[in-house]
T-cell receptor, first 112, second 112 residues
Framework: DADVTQTPRNRITKTGKRIMLECSQT?????MYWYRQDPGLGLRLIYY???????NKGEISDGYSVSRQAQAKFSLSLESAIPNQTALYFC???????????FGDGTRLSIL | KQEVTQIPAALSVPEGENLVLNCSFT??????LQWFRQDPGKGLTSLLL?????REQTSGRLNASLDKSSGRSTLYIAASQPGDSATYLC???????????FGQGTELSVKP
């Protein structure tokens, strides 16, 4: 089983719909992150959390919200999806600051 | 604002060649630098992590160097193989919140 699991792997939906992407990890890490990847723009940080009671905005948080339900679970929501949120979304985890980040396989999201 | 640049954007080499991938960053006040590999349709796999106090890290045929003062890192791949074909990303972690700032990647193709 993967250490960082993202669901769903693919999602196609319509403008205005509410969408939730989920991430769970078995690595026992405190820190969790959500990124989006767009061609030509690389990966950009949306939100991150250093423990269950900690939520921080990243570079591009507008239009997104997150919930850290437990140490192992971190979900990303799009309250009212718009086409320019079409992208590949990644969840990542890490232990302490001097340790590497570990990524899930991503969710490919298309908004029509 | 930290910016990370990777040149070239794409590289094609014959099997067996030694090669160097470049990463540059604008702010030398980094906590560490991480190199990743991304295969099509997959997430990111961490290859090497260099702390700000280190000059290089090695893993098998891979060697990553860091020159903080000049804002540069290189990833050296020895005796390249077709299985090395992937996109290689570098990312720097800032000194404040532990966020990763990514370059746009170098797409490597190793021809048999």
């Amino acid at each position: 089983d993967a250490d960082v699991t993202q669901t769903p792997r693919n999602r196609i939906t319509k403008t205005g719909k509410r969408i939730m992407l989920e991430c769970s990890q078995t690595k026992g890490h405190d820190r969790m992150y959500w990124y989006r990847q767009d061609p030509g723009l690389g990966l950009r940080l949306i939100y991150y959390s250093f423990d269950v009671k900690d939520i921080n905005k990243g570079e591009i948080s507008d239009g997104y919200s997150v919930s850290r339900q437990a140490q192992a679970k971190f979900s990303l929501s799009l309250e009212s999806a718009i086409p320019n949120q079409t992208a590949l979304y990644f969840c990542a985890t890490s232990g302490r600051s001097n340790q590497p980040q570990h990524f899930g396989d991503g969710t490919r999201l298309s908004i029509l | 604002k930290q910016e990370v640049t990777q040149i070239p954007a794409a590289l094609s080499v014959p099997e067996g060649e030694n090669l160097v991938l470049n990463c540059s960053f604008t702010d030398s006040a980094i906590y560490n630098l991480q190199w990743f590999r991304q295969d099509p349709g997959k997430g990111l796999t961490s290859l090497l992590l260099i702390q700000s106090s280190q000059r290089e890290q090695t893993s098998g045929r891979l060697n990553a160097s860091l020159d903080k003062s000049s804002g540069r890192s290189t990833l050296y791949i020895a005796a390249s193989q077709p299985g090395d074909s992937a996109t290689y990303l570098c990312a720097v972690k800032d000194n404040q919140g532990g966020k990763l700032i990514f370059g746009q990647g170098t797409e490597l193709s190793v021809k048999p």
